[in-house]
């Protein structure tokens, strides 16, 4: 275990809150089963001991959700399975009302939003904030005003926060190593990155080529940015296999353009090859479709997921559970191809960019959850099995 990682941790969350010994981080961390304390590892986000507000009052909630951006189909999608669960806890009188505000990418209008929600005497705000620094002043006077603070698919630094999220430094280096082994440890590749400059981009660079320096017959021949966007990536792979005649083995990205690189190598008459990233509707459909054709080394990234984690962490709150660590790592489940027939559904196509895939077995089962919190018991309104296929 990295005592040490841990440590430069925790006192960079003491620096800012005056409490809870860097000691203190390291012995919670430590008390963790060990495929969870491996999820800190080389992790650059802040994790303290928690400053949660403990929430007033038995009757019906008032669930508020700050989104920062909702204009694509995976942000939709994690919203929509947020309201789908907290519309059980709705049903079952737990939750008088949904309450949602949208930035549009606007931090200041996510602020504005914010204080709002505040205003409204939220019980909760979750939120996929728009900004890990702007919005800790507003983070906090939520927690004055009593209020936890959920994040999920992105972070706040502001101790006054929960944060739920994944190591992507270990995500790029699993992804790496993965695409290593799957080539025989030696040949070429691409990388092909999110939108320079996030931070969560930097973390999985950074991961990967750790993992890569341990293949020294494994040659990163080209870095490029495909901004997570599909056309985007497309050109940029057309565009390198244009002016890099030499055999390309594999790429390493981690966003859900897996399909569209395949598509590339086909369109530029070149052997496709193995390809990293989180698997997708559309991947699935163009492996169903080609099935000698596609190479997948991944993982499942997907909103349900994210939405789900949120939703869970979220209602244990609510119901008194107390979270021993102001930033929760939830591992990031793997998909090996073997189990493509089990996440394959008929709607699928190689079109279906908007249809996302459903983990056949649920991805983060309670006891990674239970481990978490004190006093800990299943979330109320969780249950995997009431989970919608991703056709319906």
């Known amino acids: 275990m ?29 008390d963790l089963p060990p495929e969870l304390q491996a999820e800190y590892e080389n992790s650059s986000t802040p994790v303290g001991l928690p400053q949660v507000p403990k929430v007033a009052g038995d009757g019906a909630l008032l669930w508020c959700h700050s989104e920062s951006y909702q204009g694509n189909p995976w942000r939709v999608a994690l919203t929509n399975e947020l309201k789908r669960l907290v519309q059980g806890l709705i049903d079952e009188g737990k939750v008088t009302e949904f ?29 996929v904030p728009g900004s890990p620094t702007g919005l800790n002043a507003v983070v906090d006077a939520a927690a004055e005003a009593g209020i936890p603070f959920v994040t999920a ?33 030696k ?9 320079a400059g996030v931070s969560i981009v930097d973390q999985q660079r950074q991961g990967a080529q750790a993992a890569f320096a341990e293949y020294p017959d494994v040659k990163v021949v080209r870095m490029v940015n495909g901004n997570w966007t599909p056309s985007v990536t497309k050109s940029v792979i057309l565009q390198t296999l244009a002016t890099n005649p030499s055999p390309i083995d594999g790429v390493w990205t981690t966003g859900s353009e897996t399909r569209v690189i395949a598509e590339a190598f086909a369109q530029a008459g070149r052997p496709v090859p193995v390809v990293t990233g989180s698997v997708t509707g559309d991947a699935l ?11 997948f080394e991944g993982h499942a ?29 939830i591992p990031i489940p793997k998909v090996p191809m073997s189990s493509f027939d089990a996440w394959y559904a008929d709607c699928m196509k190689p079109d279906s960019a ?3 895939p459903v983990n056949p077995e649920d991805p983060v089962p309670s006891q990674v959850m239970n481990a978490y919190f004190d006093n800990s018991e299943l979330a109320p309104g969780w249950n995997y099995a009431d989970v919608p296929g991703a056709c319906n």
Do not use: H
């Open 187 to 195: 040949g070429n590749v691409v990388m092909v990155e999110g939108i």
């Open 99 to 127: 309450k949602m505000t949208d930035s549009n990418g606007d931090v200041g209008l996510e602020i504005s939003n914010i204080r709002s929600l505040i205003d409204a005497d939220c019980d909760i705000i979750t939120s």
């Open 285 to 295: 459909g163009y492996w169903k479709a080609n099935p000698d054709a596609f190479k």
């Open 354 to 356: 908007e249809i996302f």
């Open 2 to 30: 990295n005592l040490i990682r841990y440590a430069v941790l925790g006192a960079a969350m003491v620096a800012a809150t005056g409490s809870a010994s860097a000691k203190e981080v390291g012995d919670v961390i430590g």
């Open 301 to 329: 990234v997907l909103p349900q997921w994210m939405g789900q984690n949120l939703f869970r962490v979220s209602s244990r709150i609510l119901s008194g559970q107390e979270p021993k660590l102001s930033t929760l790592m």
């Open 153 to 185: 698919a992105s972070t706040v630094s502001s101790p006054n926060a929960v944060n739920v999220d994944s190591n992507y430094y270990k995500w790029g280096y699993d992804m790496a190593r993965s695409l290593a082994e799957a080539i025989g440890g």
